[in-house]
């Protein structure tokens, strides 16, 4: 199953029934090298199901002392594809090395 850092909406058991059909197993985990910015959400869809207009987005630093709390989800790839639609275009999914170690799909800006 693929594992995603999830550090904003796709955390909230609303996010993930709307999304997936079903809350998602979660543990706590950190990525490191980033930093969090806030992002404004215009699609309409998003903020209906997110409840937001501003939500978090990770913004890349190269500074290991710099890291993000989330939780690790563990999804299907047809949930992944799922999650990909759910995301506006000012995030792309990138793998990224959490504190654990393990290697997870993430949305950062950009």
């Known amino acids: 199953m693929p594992l995603l850092f999830s550090y904003g909406t796709l955390r909230d058991p609303d996010v993930q029934q709307a999304n997936f059909g079903r ?3 979660g543990r706590p985990d950190r990525i490191l090298g980033y930093r969090l910015d806030r992002l404004e959400i215009t699609d309409p869809r998003v903020v209906a199901v997110s409840g937001q207009t501003h939500q978090p987005v ?3 630093t190269g500074d290991l002392a710099d890291s993000v709390n989330g939780s690790v989800l563990e999804l299907t790839d ?3 594809r799922r999650a990909d639609e759910y995301e506006v275009n000012d ?3 990138v793998e990224a090395r959490l504190a654990t170690g ?3 799909w993430v949305y950062v800006g950009g």
Do not use: G
Request: zero cysteines.
């Open 23 to 25: 809350h998602l197993t």
């Open 58 to 60: 990770l913004v890349a």
């Open 78 to 80: 047809e949930e992944l």
């Open 91 to 93: 995030y792309r999914r």
């Open 102 to 104: 393990d290697t997870a």
